[in-house]
């Protein structure tokens, strides 16, 4: 297990160690893990002097916006189909089911004529709304939904609650574990796509940081070191969130271990 864990680190360290190097020493064989002649600073400072804070912002505005709204729309879905009695509501989730298994990219054409009908194309609120929902956050927290005691919502309803008050007062926070779970997820998912913006975004002052990375060459081809260096860059944000949340999701997996 410790050999396999390391060699799932070695990618991470390979890229780790070119951004500290020349670019001429980037393919030299044996592996220099650490460079004869640094460039760390040099590289770095190359990478932010240019448009790469933009977009560094860029992606985190987008994926922060995203990841709020598609988590929010997905519970909303998610209580619905576990908690309101509508007729036909379990036909109508096999169906939304049924789409998850259609591939991403057998969409990708009708999705781009449809937002360019719409005039969204080469916008982040166009990029934002594709990602607002998603099958697999929705089923994902019905289950957890389903999970939560019809009783609760009865008496708060009985109390004069409507579905929306209910939803947000009462089943919301004792699903807690899973929409920071999911949340965490979705952040990853979006921080990281690189299919989407590269179709729907045309304006390099729009680029998010994925696009930004593969802009780190010339006309004679990638230059590795600082493409490295970008990558290192754009990573950090990713190990931020995941040690903050995965505290968060278990301690709420102990506590509504406890409270079950």
């Not at 670019?23 to 460039?39: A, C």
């Not at 998603?134 to 005691?149: D, E, P, T, Y």
């Not at 807690?176 to 949340?183: F, G, I, L, N, S």
Request: charged content about 10%.
């Amino acid at each position: 297990m410790g050999l396999l864990g390391i060699a799932f680190l070695l990618p991470f360290l390979w890229m780790l160690s070119t951004s500290f190097k020349l670019e001429k020493d980037v393919f030299n064989f044996p592996i220099q893990w650490l460079p004869q002649q640094w460039n760390l600073i040099e590289n770095y400072k190359q990478v932010w002097s240019g448009d790469f804070a933009r977009y560094y912002g860029n992606s985190i505005y987008i994926t922060l916006t995203t990841t709020i709204i598609n988590v929010l729309i997905c519970a909303l879905a998610a209580y619905g189909f576990s908690k309101l009695r509508f007729p036909g509501r379990d036909a109508m989730f096999v169906v939304v089911l049924a789409l998850y298994m259609v591939p991403p990219q057998a969409s990708l054409v009708p999705q781009f004529l449809l937002f360019n009908w719409l005039n969204l194309i080469d916008t982040h609120i166009g990029l934002i709304l594709i990602n607002s929902f998603s099958i697999i956050g929705a089923f994902m927290l019905k289950q957890f939904f389903m999970g939560v005691n019809n009783e609760y919502l009865e008496s708060a309803r009985m109390d004069g609650a409507g579905h929306f008050r209910s939803f947000l007062q009462i089943a919301f926070p004792l699903i807690r574990p899973a929409v920071a779970t999911y949340a965490i997820l979705r952040f990853i998912w979006t921080w990281n796509d690189y299919q989407y913006p590269l179709i729907f975004l045309k304006s390099k002052e729009l680029f998010t940081i994925q696009l930004g990375i593969r802009l780190f060459g010339d006309q004679y081809g990638d230059v590795y070191s600082l493409m490295m260096a970008g990558a290192v860059s754009a990573i950090l944000p990713l190990l931020i969130i995941f040690a903050l949340g995965q505290k968060q999701v278990i301690e709420g997996i102990a506590l509504g271990g406890v409270k079950g």
